[in-house]
């Protein structure tokens, strides 16, 4: 077998700083995504095992203990979740920061409380926001009643704290000020840009989030188009947690019809079918159910999973371990409770474009379930997907829940998502997980090589010196297989002859640095070259 020697088709110097940027990114944001995927296990066990409609056929969950238990795990899930835009911010801000890493992230959690602070203050203000009654996409954040921004306000805080870390941490004021002087500086800049951040959003974000409240006449007067419109725009807003006004308007009011049922007058789509399902003569019906997710089913237990499979099978043979635990992981809550969050920032982040043709089938799954008459709600306030595709839609068939055209539709959609990831993954080369660009050398030697390498301080120093010694090194850094290190001069760098004596598999030059392929010992390589250089 051949192998890949992608050091010969270095990168060029136009490209160099977009690649150096993006992949950077890309590994700064993968952390508070790896989290998503254990906590979403956690909330889906606890959410599922304290469902009403699950406790009403299994009496013996009804226990106290055991409803702790899993109401425990689903708190444990439920904080992380609530707060993991404040843990981006954090993750951003220590990634890009250059020096002192630690004030950065303690910057960055100050600041994203004081941005919402000042969106708060300035809202209860005009008379817009009441902490008592919190209104569509207003949310507690840090115990601050504040408009929801999702993962969107946390990137915006991060970014912006390490920029203003990265100018002022070693800043020298004037004498009269000198105790403000370098890192004690960052706090105070931070907050100060939080507050006119804070003040920005105040007026900008609920613009956007009224603007949405035009969309619901359109989803409502629509038939097939509407329920398009309203799963695309659902998930494509998901980021910036603007999709609540999206669906929560039909949820709990008119919009999302106004029926009698059972001699009773009930409005809003969940108390509609609800009032439905515990009628024994009342049949559900599409224009009720269309608003409560029905689409979810499709792509939350059948797409998304085909889209797992995808990445697990383009990724280098090497990470299919790894990526296969994260992505099952990943699955399980969408799956079984419609937490898809964790598998669908796998990709959102380092591959935008899945997401958008991920929206787009979203719209198409919401239209096929209108058309196919899918009366089976998928939100969690009926379990979950799985859960209520077996007590809303297999039970109910004599309600009219067609559950079997729900499968069909859904197994062709596992087919559907599998096919076309796998073709834009590899067409495009995008960096799913377990795809970042790397060197395979299949040489038994060379192998053999590798395995035989200890992480002793010879190798580390004969490293150093393969990177031009340590007055040539700027930075160090790691993935999961690659030694990411940034260089006064590339030119200084050995080639690649010396590398594979080293152990390691391949390496690739980028514009200010090299990236050597040494497997899973490149991040103890990492800490042992930053030990020896005293670099943080």
């Not at 690649?19 to 889906?44: C, D, R, S």
């Not at 409005?267 to 009032?275: E, K, L, P, S, Y």
């Not at 390589?525 to 943080?536: A, N, P, Q, R």
């Amino acid at each position: 077998m051949g192998r890949v020697e992608l050091n010969k088709n270095n990168i060029s110097t136009k490209d160099s700083k977009y690649f150096t940027t993006f992949q950077q990114l890309a590994k700064i944001l993968i952390t508070p995504v790896m989290i998503l995927p254990i906590v979403g296990i956690l909330m889906g066990i606890g959410s599922a095992f304290t469902s009403p409609t699950l406790l009403k056929v299994s009496t013996f969950l009804q226990n106290n203990a055991i409803q702790t238990f899993f109401n425990i795990l689903k708190a444990a899930g439920s904080t992380v979740f609530n707060n993991i835009s404040v843990i981006f911010a954090i993750s951003i801000a220590i990634g890009y920061a250059k020096k002192e890493k630690g004030i950065a992230g303690l910057c960055a959690f100050i600041a994203f409380a004081v941005m919402h602070g000042t969106i708060s203050t300035i809202l209860i203000s005009l008379g817009k926001l009441n902490p008592a009654k919190l209104g569509i996409g207003q949310t507690m954040v840090l115990g601050i009643p504040s408009v929801d921004m999702g993962v969107f306000g946390g990137i915006i805080i991060g970014f912006l704290v390490a920029y203003l870390h990265n100018k002022y941490y070693n800043v020298l004021l004037p004498p009269i000020f000198s105790i403000f002087s370098g890192t004690k500086f960052v706090p105070v800049v931070s907050v100060l840009g939080a507050i006119v951040t804070g003040l920005g959003m105040s007026f900008v974000w609920p613009v956007f989030q009224s603007g949405l409240g035009t969309l619901s006449t359109v989803i409502k007067s629509t038939g097939v188009t509407g329920s398009f419109i309203y799963g695309f725009t659902e998930r494509a807003l998901l980021p910036f947690g603007l999709h609540h006004f999206v669906y929560l308007p039909f949820f709990f009011t008119s919009l999302g019809g106004s029926t009698e049922v059972g001699g009773k007058l009930v409005q809003g789509a969940i108390n509609i079918f609800q009032a439905q399902l515990a009628s024994p003569k009342a049949m559900f019906d599409i224009n009720v159910t269309r608003f409560l997710m029905n689409g979810k089913v499709i792509f939350a237990m059948f797409g998304l999973p085909g889209a797992a499979l995808a990445m697990y099978h383009t990724a280098k043979p090497e990470n299919k371990n790894k990526v296969k635990t994260l992505l099952i992981a990943a699955i399980i809550p969408a799956f079984f409770t419609g937490i898809t969050e964790p598998i669908e920032f796998t990709f959102l982040f380092v591959a935008p474009v899945l997401y958008g043709i991920h929206a787009v089938l979203v719209g198409f799954a919401y239209s096929l379930t209108y058309l196919f008459k899918v009366n089976i709600p998928g939100s969690t306030a009926f379990g979950g997907p799985f859960l209520s595709f077996v007590f809303n839609g297999i039970m109910q068939q004599g309600k009219g829940s067609n559950w079997i055209y729900g499968l069909i539709i859904g197994i062709v959609y596992f087919f559907a998502y599998y096919f076309i990831f796998r073709f834009m993954i590899e067409r495009y080369n995008l960096q799913t997980p377990g795809r970042e660009i790397s060197i395979i050398d299949t040489l038994n030697d060379n192998i053999q090589s590798v395995q035989k390498k200890s992480v002793s301080n010879d190798i580390i120093n004969e490293i150093i010196t393969a990177l031009g010694g340590a007055e040539n090194i700027i930075n160090v850094d790691a993935c999961f297989t690659r030694l990411r290190v940034k260089v006064k001069d590339v030119s200084r760098v050995s080639d690649e002859k010396i590398w594979r004596e080293l152990g390691a598999s391949g390496f690739l030059k980028v514009e200010n640095g090299v990236q050597v392929i040494f497997g899973t010992k490149a991040d103890v390589y990492k800490s042992k070259i930053k030990d020896i250089l005293g670099l943080e």
